[in-house]
């Protein structure tokens, strides 16, 4: 993980000086998003240009975290309607 706060870099985290932390999940620079995930798997888009005046300190990945994106339990049970007598085996 680079330690470097000038520039978002993706899959990093973050502290925001009020306690909030987050991780960057994509880097549009493009369009000038920054698209984040808060521990508590909460999206967030923030503007490029104000990538520097949030104060974000890059820190080591929270110890609780599951490395789910935008809430995808991996447990959860995504019921497919497929039944697997129909599956063709090549």
Sequence with gaps: ???NSDEPVEGNWYELP???IFTVV???ED???VEIQYD???LDEIELEAWEDLGADPID???EWAG???GFDEDEDL???VDPDEIEEE
Aim: proline share 8%; no cysteine.
């Design 18 to 20: 009020s306690g909030e």
């Design 61 to 63: 990945p929270p110890d």
């Design 79 to 81: 019921d497919y309607d």
């Design 26 to 28: 994509t880097v549009d």
């Design 68 to 70: 789910d994106y935008a």
């Design 1 to 3: 993980m680079t330690l």
């Design 31 to 33: 369009d000038g998003i």
């Design 40 to 42: 508590d798997a909460t």
